[in-house]
């Protein structure tokens, strides 16, 4: 595509956030909490599941590592407190609360043929056991129904998915128990021989109660819902959950984003279910070991389906960049929880998506639901409550990646008010086959010469098999990508690239810099590309600084000047073996003579087991503007700011030598910005561009949704 073509941009449709942005209502985040503040102790928590008290003001969440319950403050509900930790003798698997009490289902197994559990009940004030009923198995979902009477538990007994091929049977056989909480009587429900798939070896998934006290049971392994009447024990209906067919979506893990792949009678093996009135219910088709059909779906009491997702979430999730590409081949976004909420006039449903990191969000009309919007979650949401009386919601993301150097799990609070969406902040256009352009990782931007507003970035190597240069319109709101240019190399795409910069060179190409991994055969190089995207020249780094090499090399690029008169500045990341510590290259190169130099570029002294680099360089006016930024993430992060170098100072001495040391000027603190959001902070801000009207743009990479949660934060710092 020329970028002539580019800028003109495609005329798809948005989302509904972008069309209406105006809208009166929509979901916003306002808090996050970190639940390592409930536990300090230990080594790795999780929130999972999660409740709220009647009046709204306390959240319980389980934690099944910690082996224990979370309780989070919401009196203020912008300002999360924690409100302790209760350790439990067992792995907690769900929670459900009625009144002062909170019923939580603790798995106690000794392994998968030895299955056991307990209904521990929890006085929510005092934080302590005030019973337990044993289940007779391991529990997964709790429930209970409108009149707070009864409490239903699934007891799954799962099966060993390292046994076998995985699949069932694998006996014992799972089941349903009743709960009576005046009597304080546990009842067995069971639910063998329902099934068509593994009938003799049911394994209960979750539960939910309508307002006539029936019960409906998704089993997700057996692909089968079951509806039960809650006062009499008795199955009154049972059902297969069916197959889809699937076409436009992603089905290659292969660092590509392509929707034009198919599937043919997935069965959807629902996970999370939840009833929308007392005839219509809900599912969330995780998928399984033999299927998932990536979307949610509605039928009615009968087995019915009234409404299939198809390849919505997919579509969605790649157009905010939230596609996780290396489950394509797999189960995609993978919905698991559910969530219904009657706010006002408007039943709301909210779907998680644990690979994509989302919560989708539509609206019940009584037939299709209309999509309203997607809400960013931490890594890998979970469970979900809605608390209408605040107009609140709240979600749990189970994934704990502190011991990787990476963000813990939280519990992150949205509430529906008047305004604008406040994500996306970055979306891509349907391309002409009325797909979406997919995108991820943006690890680098320029702006366009003359038009302001316009942007162009690239991705790093997590879309190894689909390097492209995106065109953004940074005057929409949400910002746009309009159009993508493929990287080629003789007319095919270019392998082998880990693209980290672009520049302009002056004649409608571009200057590309790839960031080398001598150990995965990716050189350190730089790539003259026509507006087209096809390369043009390479240029490998010489052999002065090849001889100094480290991991990690060029992360931005930038050029003065022009024609004969064009030098290019790389920025890189980190000190290479002949850098003096706290001092990194900012690397010339001449395209005209061939001319190699740099001068240093001091780093701020980085906190005691981190390091601090560099991820970006933009020349503009008198000055090259300089992105330099810790590798932390979260309540850990202090250091993500721009920084300014006089161009007078920018005089190159040979490689290989001493090199002038520049001095710098700091222009912005970007944490506070990060912190916007009302997330934690994120980690990577790698792409900073300053447009034609003086005002600088500045983007985060999200690692393409790989142990991140796909975050992108795309905003104007204004005019310099």
Do not use: C
């Not at 924690?82 to 392994?111: C, H, Q, R």
């Not at 069965?267 to 949610?296: C, H, K, M, Y």
């Not at 394509?328 to 779907?351: D, M, S, W």
């Not at 507006?531 to 090399?553: C, K, N, T």
């Amino acid at each position: 595509m020329s970028r002539s073509k580019m800028l003109v941009g495609l005329t798809a449709m948005l989302l509904a956030t972008t069309a209406n942005a105006g809208a009166a209502e929509t979901f916003n985040r306002i808090a996050s909490f970190d639940v390592a503040q409930n536990a300090p102790d230990a080594a790795v928590t999780s929130s999972e599941i999660i409740a709220a008290t009647d009046d709204g003001m306390m959240l319980i969440y389980s934690d099944s590592p910690a082996g224990g319950i979370g309780f989070v403050d919401i009196t203020d509900a912008k300002a999360p407190k924690p409100a302790g930790f209760m350790a439990l003798d067992g792995e907690p698997t769900s929670v459900t609360i009625v009144g002062n009490k909170a019923y939580v289902g603790v798995n106690t197994s000794e392994s998968y043929t030895m299955p056991s559990g307990k209904l521990v009940v929890v006085d929510i004030a005092s934080q302590s056991v005030e019973a337990e009923y044993d289940l007779g198995g391991q529990p997964d979902s709790v429930a209970h129904n409108a009149a707070g009477t009864l409490i239903a538990v699934a007891i799954e007994n799962e099966r060993d998915e390292d046994l076998g091929d995985g699949g069932l049977p694998q006996m014992p056989a799972g089941f349903v128990v009743m709960f009576d909480i005046a009597a304080k009587t546990v009842t067995k429900v069971e639910v063998t021989g329902l099934a068509e798939i593994g009938g003799e070896d049911p394994e209960p998934e979750f539960v939910d109660f309508n307002d006539n006290d029936e019960i409906v049971l998704t089993m997700q392994e057996n692909n089968a819902i079951v509806i039960i009447d809650g006062q009499t024990g008795a199955v009154t209906v049972h059902f297969s959950a069916g197959t889809v067919s699937l076409d436009r979506i992603d089905t290659k893990a292969d660092g590509a984003y392509a929707f034009t792949g198919s599937a043919t009678d997935l069965p959807r093996e629902p996970d999370a279910v939840q009833w929308l009135d007392n005839d219509r219910f809900v599912i969330a088709n995780e998928g399984d070991w033999n299927g998932g059909s990536r979307g949610f779906s509605i039928l009615n009491r009968a087995g019915e389906v009234l409404f299939d997702s198809g390849a919505d979430l997919e579509h969605y999730a790649a157009r905010v960049g939230h596609y996780p590409d290396k489950r394509a081949g797999k189960k995609g976004v993978e919905p698991e929880g559910l969530e219904v909420g009657r706010f006002g006039e408007n039943t709301y449903i909210f779907v998680t998506e644990e690979r994509s990191s989302l919560i989708a969000v539509y609206r019940d009309t009584g037939a299709a639901p209309e999509f309203v919007q997607v809400l960013p979650s931490g890594i890998s949401p979970e469970g979900l409550v809605a608390i209408p009386q605040r107009n609140l919601l709240a979600t749990a993301n189970e994934v704990d990646l502190r011991e990787e150097g990476g963000v813990g799990s939280h519990v992150m609070v949205y509430e529906l008010a008047e305004g604008v969406a406040q994500y996306p902040q970055l979306i891509a256009d349907l391309d002409a086959e009325g797909l979406p352009i997919g995108w991820s990782a943006i690890s680098g931007a320029v702006a366009d010469a003359e038009k302001p507003g316009m942007l162009y970035a690239v991705s790093d190597s997590f879309v190894s098999a689909a390097p492209a240069i995106y065109a953004i319109d940074a005057t929409a709101m949400p910002a746009r990508i309009t159009g993508k240019t493929l990287v080629t190399r003789g007319g095919e795409t270019a392998q082998k690239l880990d693209l980290e910069g672009i520049a302009l060179d002056g004649e409608g190409g571009f200057w590309l810099a790839s960031e080398g991994r001598t150990d995965r055969l990716i050189p350190h190089a730089l790539y003259h590309v026509d507006a087209d995207g096809e390369i043009e020249e390479e240029v490998a780094f010489p052999a002065e600084l090849l001889a100094q090499e480290i991991r990690f090399g060029a992360e931005g690029i930038t050029s003065t000047g022009r024609g004969d008169d064009m030098t290019l500045w790389i920025a890189m990341q980190r000190e290479w073996q002949d850098d003096a510590p706290g001092m990194v290259k900012l690397v010339s190169y001449k395209p005209a003579s061939g001319e190699w130099g740099a001068v240093h570029y001091p780093l701020e002294t980085p906190a005691d087991g981190t390091w601090n680099g560099l991820s970006e360089i933009v020349a503009h006016g008198e000055f090259v503007y300089i992105v330099e930024r810790d590798n932390q993430i979260g309540a850990k992060a202090q250091l993500k700011a721009l920084y300014r170098v006089s161009l007078a100072e920018m005089v190159a001495a040979p490689l290989g030598g001493e090199l002038p040391v520049v001095s710098k000027e700091l222009v912005r603190d970007f944490v506070p910005d990060l912190m916007a959001g009302n997330g934690y902070v994120l980690d990577k801000v790698e792409s900073f561009a300053i447009d034609a009207a003086g005002n600088g743009f500045v983007i985060t990479d999200n690692d393409g949704v790989d142990d991140s949660s796909g975050e992108t934060m795309f905003w104007s710092i204004g005019a310099l």
